[in-house]
């Protein structure tokens, strides 16, 4: 029999044995919750944590964006030489160079993204793990709304001290500016557009 200690300490390491990923997660994650957690203390502003969080997030899609632009109109700019057109070693160079300077840099930034998902989803489902499809759903209900809300605050900010300016395009009337506007705060731009490539190179 184990006495209530012994219990405890298995339990918990039953739970680091079935989560091991989602622990290592938290301890690379943990400093810099405790960091933004402690400037919000310091500055009195509760929402500095996940503002924080919301401007990475919001960067990262930025990143991808700019990125599907570059491999759209000046791909040698962001794999870092032009593709070669002949010679083996060349060749391993200017591969290696696109899968460190684009896929990896790529799928971190959607790492870094939907990572706040995946928290959440994760902690639904050690709450409730017989509704896994449900628990995904309500997870990404949640994800969203704070993605749709942070990039609103995001964006009225930086047009309002000059580091945006979101134009109208003529011609269109006050409903069709309020539909322009409403595609302006939607997250996920750059996700969108790297979708959109993968289909034009797919089809």
Known sequence: MLNPTQSKAFSIFSFIRKHWYLVILLIFTIPSIINSIQIAINTSNPTYPLMDLATRLFASDYKIQ??????????????????????????????????FNVIWE????????????????????????????????????WFLVFMLITNVIILIYNQSVGNLTITIPEGIDKF?????????????HGVGALVIYLIQKII
């Open 66 to 99: 700019n990125d599907i632009n570059l491999l759209q109109t000046n791909p040698s700019a962001l794999i870092g030489m032009e593709k070669p057109i002949s010679g083996i070693w060349n060749n391993f160079v200017y591969y290696w160079k696109f899968f």
């Open 176 to 188: 069709g500016g309020y539909l322009y506007l409403f595609k302006q705060i939607l997250p996920f």
């Open 106 to 141: 790529i799928l971190g930034n959607i790492w870094t993204i939907f990572f706040p998902l995946f928290i959440i989803y994760k902690i639904s489902k050690i709450k409730n793990n017989t509704e896994p499809l449900k628990n995904f759903f309500t997870s990404l209900v």
